[in-house]
């Protein structure tokens, strides 16, 4: 799809060939923290997509340029820029989707959970301008620490009384990525082809990586069991290391965001077979979120996977109850957090 659009020549004369013309899809999405790392490249691709019809970009600062840089691009989506807290409401009427990796990076030497005192805050104030202007919107959250930014986002959705779980997505796209390309290359396979799911959260062991339900059925020895999940598990500290206090992943990022967001517009345009790994409200397990497979559709989540969690290996039933205490010391932060700011 991202290749169609920047051909709209060839598009447009398919369509004339075509008698059944269909209307183009015209979704708006905005970017919160769109002169970031990721919001850069990430703005770059959803402006690719020929889904999307208005892309707006916020920030506190920056965003002027790289909207009109952006808006040269000959793709349909138009661009606007709003910058700063005055012009976050309007940045936010009529969104169908919003995505949120506005905070601070992670720099060597620090754990994910380590920013959270700067971007409880950020995710807190921009979710509740969300309530406020686009209570129907999904809402991607990329901001660090996903295991307790998510809980905060719905508690905040929850005071304004507008939250709906089905569209409170945190974004785990790219640990399914990375667990694509690394069992890829491990077992030499065709990556078009190839899915992992990755359940739990976002941070650490919190991640766990499902190598048993890897998708066409592959078989792995306990070595390569373990190198793999330690390696998807590690991967953000990984690129944290090689940019050596210059940010975290900000390009594989945007990819994963980029493909969670033209997952969900597919969703939203009628497509019945989209799915994705997120960490959401949840019921598959006794803790209130985690990331698993979820099934999306017009009004977001329709179902949760259950069924990649039945019939675990030891290793995989082992990491899942370890994993436990983490994600649920995690998300109690953020409620806790959360709670006391009212
Ligand atoms: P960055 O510092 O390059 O960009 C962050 C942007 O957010 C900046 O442009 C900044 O001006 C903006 N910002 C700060 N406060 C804001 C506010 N109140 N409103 C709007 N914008 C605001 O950082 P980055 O590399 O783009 O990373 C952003 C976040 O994404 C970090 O928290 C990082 O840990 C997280 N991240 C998550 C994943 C994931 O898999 N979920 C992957 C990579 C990074
Ligand atoms: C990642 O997984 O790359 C992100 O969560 C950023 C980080 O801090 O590792």
Do not use: W
């Amino acid at each position: 799809a991202l290749r169609q659009s920047i051909t709209p020549k060839a598009r447009n004369q398919k369509q004339r060939s075509s008698n059944h013309v269909q209307p183009q899809a015209s979704y708006k999405v905005a970017v919160l923290g769109a002169s970031g790392g990721i919001g850069q490249p990430l703005a770059l691709l959803i402006k690719m997509s020929p889904l999307v019809s208005s892309l707006h970009l916020y920030d506190i600062a920056n965003v002027k340029g790289v909207a009109a840089d952006l808006s040269h691009c000959n793709t349909p989506a138009q661009v606007f820029d709003f910058t700063g807290a005055s012009e976050l409401a309007n940045s936010l009427k009529g969104v169908d989707v919003v995505v949120i990796p506005a905070g601070v990076p992670r720099k060597p030497g620090m754990t994910r959970d380590d920013l959270f005192n700067i971007n409880a805050n950020i995710v807190k104030s921009l979710v509740e301008a969300v309530a406020d202007n686009c209570p129907d919107a999904f809402i991607h959250i990329i901001s660090n620490p996903v295991n307790s930014t998510v809980p905060i986002a719905a508690e905040v959705l929850k005071q304004k009384g507008v939250y709906d779980p089905k569209k409170l997505f945190g974004v785990t796209t790219l640990d399914v990525v990375r667990a694509n390309t690394f069992v890829a290359q491990k077992k030499n396979l065709k990556l078009i082809d190839l899915d992992v799911p990755v359940i739990g959260g976002h941070a650490g062991i919190t991640i766990l990586p499902l190598l048993s339900k890897t998708r066409p059925s592959t078989t792995f020895t306990d070595e390569e069991v373990q190198e793999l999940t330690v390696r998807i598990q590690n991967a953000g500290t990984e690129v944290v290391e090689a940019k050596a206090g210059a940010g975290s992943a900000t390009l594989s990022m945007a990819y994963a965001a980029a493909r969670f967001v033209e997952s969900s517009l597919r969703a939203l345009d009628g497509d019945a077979d989209v799915y994705e790994c997120s960490y959401v409200q949840s019921d598959l397990t006794e803790l209130p979120f985690f990331a698993s497979r979820v099934k999306l559709g017009r009004n977001g989540i329709e179902a949760l996977i259950s069924s990649d969690l039945r019939g675990l290996t030891e290793y995989e039933q082992k990491a899942l109850e370890a994993l436990k205490p983490e994600l649920k010391a995690s998300i109690e932060k953020g409620i806790t957090y959360a709670q006391k700011q009212t």
